[in-house]
């Protein structure tokens, strides 16, 4: 690519129950780095990492990490407009955050054309698969229902991480090219 050529820019907004890893897995991807006693994230927090994705080309990645607090809820329309991309988290080992994600997936679909974004359910906290409550075939039925793909991850051994952020600028800049 050409320095004139301008590198690709997208919005993706990282959404779930709170809890689930969300700042976590931002971290892990943005600064490459974890920390067990992660505070709770007020309202929402911004960071940006350039991508060279594997065919060479380069982007830009805005990524919006949200609060997961019932009390924020209200302000999440405002982070995932414009958005290309979001990734919802659960945690592999509360199923109720599994329903919280179900809930945010209606909410978007309710909200944002489907074509229009590109959704990635976050497998959290893999990490802790002898205390898994939900089952991969399970997340992976879900995802198949709701035009999304799965990753497994762990913020905290590093598992997943970079694939999911890959596969989704991929998966985002495939469909600009559309």
Known sequence: ?????????????????????????????????????????????????????????????????????????????????????????????????????????EELQTNIPKDEIVLTIAATKCDLESERAVSRQRTESFAARVNAFVAETSAKDNKGVEELFQKLSEEVMKRRAE
């Open 1 to 105: 690519m050409n320095q004139l050529e301008r590198t690709a820019e997208f919005k993706v907004v990282v959404l779930g129950d709170t809890g689930t890893g969300k700042t976590s897995l931002v971290l892990r991807f943005i600064e490459g780095y974890f920390t067990a006693r992660q505070q709770s994230t007020i309202g929402a927090f911004f960071l940006a990492k350039k991508l060279t994705l594997k065919d060479g080309s380069h982007c830009k990645m805005q990524l919006w990490d949200t609060a997961g607090q019932e009390r924020f809820r209200a302000m999440a329309p405002m982070y995932y407009r414009n958005a290309s991309a979001a990734i919802i988290c659960f945690d592999i080992t509360n199923e109720d955050s599994f329903a919280k994600m179900k809930d945010w997936v």
